[in-house]
């Protein structure tokens, strides 16, 4: 009979050709093992249990079809506002873009 158990931690910057430019991703894995052998050791039984956890993505910027839509980016082509702060309603953007087109 075995017991155990494994935890991991993944961080990786993806690359992107549209900003933003670089995402950093976290993931986090928890596995519990169990296994036992049968009487005659010429079989094993192993039970794995785990958990894959992948941590918050946030954009600051997003671009669309040439037009740079951000917060704190330096290069946007429009700065969105703090909504809550502000009172202000936010629109989805899809919608907006398909009605004009």
């Not at 991991?8 to 993931?27: I, M």
């Not at 918050?56 to 917060?71: A, K, N, P």
């Amino acid at each position: 009979m075995r017991f155990g158990g494994t935890l991991t931690r993944e961080k990786d910057n993806v690359s992107r050709t549209v900003q933003p430019f670089e995402v950093v991703n976290v993931f986090n894995g928890y596995q519990l093992d169990y296994s036992i052998l049968s009487l005659d050791n010429s079989q094993e039984i192993q039970i794995a249990v785990g958990l894959l956890d992948q941590s918050e993505v946030t954009l600051d910027c997003v671009q669309r079809t040439g037009i740079l839509l951000g917060g704190d980016c330096a290069d946007a082509d429009f700065r969105l506002l703090d909504g809550v702060l502000f009172e202000v309603r936010v629109y989805d953007v899809n919608r907006f873009t398909q009605s004009l087109s």
